[in-house]
Antibody, heavy 126, light 107 residues
Framework: QVRLQQWGAGLLKPSETLSLTCAVY????????WSWIRQPPGKGLEWIGE???????NYNPSLKSRVTMSLDTSKNQLTLELSSVTAADTAVYYC????????????????????WGQGTLVSVSS | EIVLTQSPGTLSLSPGERATLSCRAS???????LAWYQQIRGQAPRLLIY???TRATGIPDRFSGSGSGTDFTLTISRLEPEDFALYYC?????????FGQGTKVEI
């Protein structure tokens, strides 16, 4: 069973770059998209973007100009970088995967986010 | 972007009662790729339902999902004490993937 464990700096100053890492245990990158999702304190969930096993990325337009996602297949890790952070970027950040597959007829199916990492609180304050 | 609107914002019920949560999409959800998650304070969300009506592995059968197109419902048939939590719907059929704002089920 796939398990995700994440870590990264928890306190940043405005204008710095957020950097988080998520390690994948019990599985590989193939057959899944790998996403980052965030949740400001007391608020709802926002999808940041995703990356697939080939390194192709798809970012939320609201954050696209500041986001970079990458994979390290040798370490089974994915990383998130978010540049020029402000207080509005204060949130719990989660990594998550969603699998996709093709049936016997070649029809493509995708599944939602499962599993999730444990979450990392990142606070931005001067 | 597909906007998901959940109602009500808060549902006040007692253990043993039935909970009905609604999620309405601003446009049709492709392939009914609509999921429901439960979030307990301080924890990551847990997948309950996917494809609008399929229970995820290990989810009790008191949880059920229904709906298609733009209107979806999560029903908890008989609330257990551990069910009092936050619930989010999410569409994963079209990018950007979006979440509803959540419904809190409280005692």
């Amino acid at each position: 069973q796939v398990r995700l464990q994440q870590w990264g700096a928890g306190l940043l100053k405005p204008s710095e770059t957020l950097s988080l890492t998520c390690a994948v245990y019990g599985g590989s990158f193939s057959g899944s998209y790998w996403s980052w999702i965030r949740q400001p304190p007391g608020k709802g969930l926002e999808w940041i973007g995703e990356i697939n096993q080939s390194g192709s990325t798809n970012y939320n337009p609201s954050l696209k100009s500041r986001v970079t996602m990458s994979l390290d297949t040798s370490k089974n890790q994915l990383t998130l970088e978010l540049s020029s952070v402000t207080a509005a970027d204060t949130a719990v950040y989660y990594c998550a995967s969603n699998r996709y597959y093709y049936d016997s007829n070649g029809q493509y199916y995708v599944l939602p986010f499962d599993p999730w990492g444990q979450g990392t609180l990142v606070s931005v304050s001067s | 972007e597909i906007v998901l609107t959940q109602s009500p914002g808060t549902l006040s019920l007692s253990p043993g009662e039935r909970a009905t949560l609604s999620c309405r999409a601003s446009q049709g959800v492709r392939n009914n790729y609509l999921a429901w998650y439960q979030q307990i304070r301080g924890q990551a969300p847990r997948l309950l339902i996917y494809g609008a009506s399929t229970r995820a592995t290990g989810i009790p059968d008191r949880f059920s999902g229904s709906g298609s197109g733009t209107d979806f419902t999560l029903t908890i048939s008989r609330l257990e004490p551990e069910d009092f939590a936050l619930y989010y719907c999410q569409q994963y059929g079209r990018s950007p993937k979006t979440f509803g704002q959540g419904t809190k089920v409280e005692i």
